[in-house]
């Protein structure tokens, strides 16, 4: 699949929003929000974060000005329940944002915020995880990946929020840093693994009636110019760059936040601010390319045709 740059960084960017939405809503929901300036800036920074993507997304369809009709297709389209419930965020997140400027408790608020986010990442993932012709996007683990990074990704931007503030976020948060850091490798390792040793469900022999080993050859290309199925459909990467650029994922998003949240976990008292911004920068950074190799990875049952 061509890996459109909108739809990455609108998964990158939506996912830590609602992912640092999903946080601050828990802690809300537990009366245990931290102090209002701190509070205040992690909400609008998930706004930023959510509401940019949110944009970008559009930037891929053919016609953005009719992306509300989008939203008639709720019954059957996973597109198009993620575009209301991700609207719906909005509302607890302002209610959420009013009870932490007037100083009042907001737990339904916050509680409402963090499984509405939830529920949005969710219907993200299931956008490609339901779709058939693509057979990697089908793999169990798309779903609990999509989930991860965006908990993963939110939680470091809130924990580096907070150190920036003066308010220590405890060192077992370095530690759980690293614990979701190595569990997204080895999650990632799996999929990859999966992706390279699994095969197409069909084939040209398979599509015309005949047996699996029969050899099919194209008579004459399909069509004489390039169309939307080739350019969006079509796109190939050489296994070599694929493993090179899987490399550089993992270095981001896994080894070097794991290595900056080591000494925040080994000394107490240590100033975790540098550690939990640079890994919540690296981590962002790592999910871009670990997106790109998500779409430019995929495989369109429709390119057995061309």
Same mark, same amino acid.
């Given at each position: 699949?061509?890996?459109?740059?909108?739809?990455?960084?609108?998964?990158?960017?939506?996912?830590?929003?609602?992912?640092?939405?999903?946080?601050?809503?828990?802690?809300?929901?537990?009366?245990?929000?931290?102090?209002?300036?701190?509070?205040?800036?992690?909400?609008?920074?998930?706004?930023?974060?959510?509401?940019?993507?949110?944009?970008?997304?559009?930037?891929?369809?053919?016609?953005?000005?009719?992306?509300?009709?989008?939203?008639?297709?709720?019954?059957?389209?996973?597109?198009?329940?993620?575009?209301?419930?991700?609207?719906?965020?909005?509302?607890?997140?302002?209610? *959420?944002?009013? /009870?932490?400027?007037? &100083?009042?408790?907001?737990?339904? +608020?916050? %509680?409402? $915020? !963090?499984? #509405? =986010?939830?529920?949005?990442?969710?219907?993200?993932?299931?956008?490609?995880?339901?779709?058939?012709?693509?057979?990697?996007?089908?793999?169990?683990?798309?779903?609990?990946?999509? *989930?991860?990074? /965006?908990?993963?990704? &939110?939680?470091?931007?809130?924990? +580096?929020? %907070?150190? $920036? !503030?003066? #308010? =220590?976020?405890?060192?077992?948060?370095?530690?759980?840093?690293?614990?979701?850091?190595?569990?997204?490798?080895?999650?990632?390792?799996?999929?990859?693994?999966?992706?390279?040793?699994?095969?197409?469900?069909?084939?040209?022999?398979?599509?015309?009636?005949?047996?699996?080993?029969?050899?099919?050859?194209?008579?004459?290309?399909?069509?004489?110019?390039?169309?939307?199925?080739?350019?969006?459909?079509?796109?190939?990467?050489?296994?070599?760059?694929?493993?090179?650029?899987?490399?550089?994922?993992?270095?981001?998003?896994?080894?070097?936040?794991?290595?900056?949240?080591?000494?925040?976990?080994?000394?107490?008292?240590?100033?975790?601010?540098?550690?939990?911004?640079?890994?919540?920068?690296?981590?962002?950074?790592?999910?871009?390319?670990?997106?790109?190799?998500?779409?430019?990875?995929?495989?369109?049952?429709?390119?057995?045709?061309?």
């Amino acid at each position: 699949m061509h890996p459109a740059f909108s739809v990455i960084f609108f998964t990158t960017a939506s996912g830590a929003g609602y992912g640092l939405w999903i946080w601050l809503g828990l802690l809300a929901a537990g009366n245990a929000l931290p102090a209002r300036a701190p509070s205040l800036f992690a909400l609008g920074l998930g706004f930023v974060c959510v509401t940019a993507g949110l944009l970008s997304s559009t930037l891929h369809l053919g016609q953005p000005l009719r992306a509300w009709r989008a939203f008639s297709q709720w019954r059957s389209s996973w597109l198009s329940r993620e575009g209301i419930v991700a609207l719906l965020c909005f509302v607890p997140m302002m209610w *959420l944002g009013a /009870a932490i400027w007037f &100083g009042y408790h907001a737990r339904i +608020a916050g %509680l409402a $915020l !963090a499984l #509405l =986010s939830l529920l949005t990442v969710v219907c993200t993932a299931m956008i490609y995880a339901s779709l058939k012709p693509v057979p990697a996007w089908r793999h169990p683990l798309v779903v609990p990946v999509y *989930l991860l990074f /965006a908990l993963f990704t &939110g939680g470091l931007l809130l924990a +580096a929020i %907070l150190s $920036l !503030a003066g #308010l =220590s976020p405890g060192n077992m948060t370095g530690f759980a840093a690293m614990i979701v850091a190595a569990l997204l490798w080895r999650l990632k390792r799996y999929a990859w693994r999966s992706i390279d040793q699994g095969e197409l469900p069909v084939s040209r022999a398979s599509a015309l009636g005949l047996p699996a080993g029969r050899s099919i050859k194209v008579f004459e290309r399909p069509h004489t110019e390039g169309n939307y199925l080739t350019r969006e459909m079509g796109f190939v990467l050489a296994r070599k760059h694929a493993r090179k650029l899987r490399v550089i994922a993992v270095l981001l998003f896994a080894l070097v936040p794991a290595l900056c949240a080591l000494p925040v976990w080994l000394f107490v008292h240590l100033d975790a601010a540098p550690f939990f911004l640079a890994a919540a920068l690296s981590a962002l950074a790592g999910t871009f390319v670990e997106r790109w190799l998500f779409f430019a990875e995929a495989k369109h049952l429709v390119t057995l045709y061309y």
